[in-house]
C-alpha cells in the first residue's frame, strides 16, 4: 500500500513564524502536491511538482513556497504565517502524469492553525 | 480555476434514499476520477472512469461517464449512514484540480 505522511496532524504557529510542514512518501511516486482545504472552498493546488528539485504554482501559491530535494520528500514552507494560512493542508502523489490522469495518494492532512 | 463544476454542494438524505452527484465540464475529458472524503479523513480514491458512456459500479454506487466525456455523475443507491462524507470528482487532462465537492449527511 501507498503510503504517504505528515510531520503533523495539529500545529499552533504564531503570526509572522516561519512554517515548515513536510511530506514523505513511499511509493517512488514522481508527483508530489500540496493543497489547502477549506471549508466551502474544497481542495486548492498550492503548488506540485513532477520531479526533484522541480515545482510548479498552483493556484494560490501566495505566500508558500516549496522544496523537493529528495523524491521522497515534499516540503511546504510558509515564509511568514499569517492568520488567513489557517487551514488544512493536504499532500498527496501520484505517479507519473500519462495520458490518463494518475491516482493520487492523499496523506492525513496538517491542521494548522496561525494565532 | 476548477475545470469542472460540481452539483449539488450539499445534500442531506434519509438513510436508505438515493444521492446522486453530478460532476459537468465545458471541455472534452480524457478521464475522470472520484474520491470520497470521510469527516475528519483525507480524500481516498473510490474510481476512474475512461471510456465514452462507461458505467461502473462498487456495491451501491454507481459512477457514470457521458458520452460526449463532459460529464460525470456518482449514484448512491439506498444511503446508509456510512456513506457520509464529501465526494470530489477530479478531471483528468493531465490536471491536478478537484471539483468543489458534495457533502453527503445521512440522518439514520
Known amino acids: 500500500d501507498v503510503k504517504v505522511t505528515q510531520s503533523s496532524r495539529y500545529l499552533v504557529k504564531r503570526t509572522g513564524e516561519k512554517v515548515f510542514l513536510e511530506c514523505v512518501q513511499d511509493m517512488d511516486h514522481e508527483n508530489m502536491f500540496w493543497y489547502r482545504q477549506d471549508p466551502g472552498l474544497g481542495l486548492r493546488l498550492i503548488y506540485f511538482?513532477?520531479?526533484?528539485?522541480?515545482?510548479e504554482k498552483g493556484d494560490i501559491p501566495e505566500g508558500y513556497s516549496v522544496s523537493r530535494e529528495k523524491k521522497e520528500r515534499f516540503s511546504l514552507i510558509l515564509e511568514s504565517a499569517s492568520t488567513n494560512q489557517t487551514s488544512m493542508y493536504l499532500c498527496?502523489?501520484?505517479?507519473?502524469?500519462?495520458?490518463?490522469?494518475?491516482?493520487?495518494?492523499f496523506g492525513p492532512g496538517t491542521r494548522l492553525l496561525v494565532l | 480555476g476548477q475545470q469542472v463544476m460540481q452539483i449539488p454542494q450539499y445534500q442531506h438524505v434519509q438513510e436508505g434514499e438515493d444521492f446522486t452527484t453530478y460532476c459537468n465540464s465545458s471541455t472534452t475529458l480524457s478521464n475522470i476520477q472520484w474520491y470520497k472524503q470521510r469527516p475528519g479523513g483525507h480524500p481516498v480514491f473510490l474510481i476512474q472512469l475512461v471510456k465514452s458512456g462507461e458505467v461502473k459500479k462498487q456495491k451501491r454506487l454507481t459512477f457514470q461517464f457521458g458520452e460526449a466525456k463532459k460529464n460525470s455523475s456518482l449514484h448512491i443507491t439506498a444511503t446508509q449512514t456510512t456513506d457520509v462524507g464529501t465526494y470530489f470528482c477530479?478531471?483528468?487532462?493531465?490536471?491536478?484540480?478537484f471539483g468543489a465537492g458534495t457533502r453527503l449527511t445521512v440522518k439514520p
Open positions: 477530479a478531471p483528468g487532462n493531465n490536471d491536478m484540480r
Open positions: 511538482s513532477y520531479d526533484v528539485k522541480m515545482k
Open positions: 498527496a502523489s501520484s505517479p507519473r502524469l500519462a495520458v490518463h490522469r494518475e491516482t493520487q495518494y
